[in-house]
Nanobody
């Protein structure tokens, strides 16, 4: 079992930045991969970025060049640095971990980009 707790969401103006954090209850060295997803009402949850245990990353096209995913193994925490935020980035952001062939999710954190 893995508990994931997100933090760092909030209200930001267009062009601003936020850093999301995801703290895991287990050593993330044991986790196969971790990722950030987002969801808006009425739409499917979509991948924003993922990072493997070896540090390989991938991003959705709209996040490339603006978002950066990273992990601090010593703190068992994953991050998503989001820059140049746009109104269309508004969503609930969820942390995901693939552990022992099971997916675990955090409770989500709201990100609102609005002037």
């Amino acid at each position: 079992q893995v508990q994931l707790v997100e933090s760092g969401g909030g209200l930001v103006q267009p062009g601003g930045s936020l850093r999301l954090s995801c703290a895991a209850s287990v050593s993330i060295l044991r986790v196969d991969s971790m990722g950030w997803y987002r969801q808006v009402p009425g739409k499917q949850r979509e991948l924003v970025a993922r990072i493997t245990g070896g540090g390989v990353t991938n991003y959705r096209d709209s996040a490339k060049g603006r978002f950066s995913i990273s992990r601090d193994n010593a703190k068992n925490t994953m991050y998503l640095q989001m820059n140049s935020l746009k109104p269309e980035d508004t969503a609930v952001y969820y942390c995901n971990a693939l552990f022992n062939n099971r997916n675990f999710w955090g409770q989500g954190t709201q990100v609102t980009v609005s002037s």
